[in-house]
């Protein structure tokens, strides 16, 4: 999910990410069915209970489904981080020919689309299969993409059998999980061993967020309200839950059970166009780097 704070969109199925695709929600006021006599219809329930007559049912608050099916909300990634992604896969694949199928690569929280379009043109030949839960994002993400999947990481899984995929492309959906640890286990029950994750997310670590936090000023990607941001510079919320500096990522991958074959960095179309050049020179630190992307491999 692309915005002022972030580099991409997607979900768990607790907190409705969009890779991640929960089941449906439950229903928010009792059926007749529910009422413990069953002869009895809903007006004459509610005649009998004061508190109905009382007072009227509080409204749904919006919650982060609600939040991700909100076609407002941005979804797309950085061009700039979707091609180094797509690159450093495109090296770990090699290109398609004799004696080299083409690979099979999820696209997991796909959002509208256009990341893994970018993707699937540097693929050359390689089969981009985009997934998530919101079939907002998914409508969107049709016109762009050979194929797409709703699709959970957790609950009933990704629609896929295991060891099936050569590759997983998760980009800018972990920091909007409430259980990333299940999500990586998901990933991996789908690749085959020795396939490829290529993982992307905003750094806490960022060059700017340090001179922030020095400053007592919330960093960049960190969000405290889905109503609003609080603190910081930007004014779009995306739903970030978590953020990872490049250390603190390199061992959730690995304790995942990956290997981590590379670490690079990004940077953030969202930087001010002053500070660009800046802010690709500190790609050459990803520690520093606005976007962490980390190329592992199943073991």
Not at 68 to 88: C, F, H, K, W
Not at 243 to 269: D, I, Q, W
Request: one cysteine or more.
């Amino acid at each position: 999910m692309t915005t002022s704070a972030t580099g991409s969109t997607a979900t768990d199925s607790e907190v409705a990410d969009r890779a991640a695709a929960g089941s449906e929600v439950a229903d928010r006021a009792a059926t007749c069915s529910e009422v413990a006599d069953p002869a009895a219809t809903c007006s004459e329930v509610a005649d009998k209970s004061p508190a109905t007559e009382a007072t009227s049912p509080a409204p749904h608050a919006p919650g982060l489904r609600d939040f991700y099916e909100n076609p407002t909300v941005p979804v797309a990634s950085g061009e700039a981080r979707t091609l180094r992604q797509a690159r450093m896969l495109a090296d770990a694949l090699g290109p398609v020919g004799p004696g080299r199928p083409a690979a099979t690569v999820l696209d997991v929280g796909c959002g509208d689309g256009s990341a893994g379009a970018i993707a699937a043109r540097v693929l050359g030949g390689h089969r981009v299969v985009g997934i998530d839960w919101s079939q907002d994002a998914l409508r969107r993400a049709a016109p762009r993409l050979s194929q797409v999947v709703r699709g959970e990481l957790t609950g009933s899984g990704l629609p896929f059998a295991s060891d099936s995929a050569d590759a997983v492309l998760f980009s800018e959906v972990v920091e909007h999980l409430v259980d990333p640890d299940s999500a990586l286990d998901e990933l991996r029950r789908v690749l085959r061993p020795g396939g490829h994750l290529m993982l992307s997310t905003p750094n806490l670590g960022a060059w700017y967020n340090r001179a922030l936090l020095l400053a007592g000023v919330q960093p960049v990607f960190s969000e405290v309200s889905l109503r609003r941001i609080h603190g910081r510079p930007g004014s779009e919320v995306v739903g970030h839950l978590r953020l990872y500096t490049a250390r603190a990522l390199r061992e959730f991958v690995a304790a995942s059970g990956f290997e981590v074959v590379k670490l690079a960095g990004a940077p953030f179309h969202g930087v001010p166009r002053p500070l660009r050049p800046l802010d690709r020179l500190a790609c050459g630190a990803p520690s520093l780097a606005s976007i962490l992307l980390v190329h592992a491999r199943k073991v």
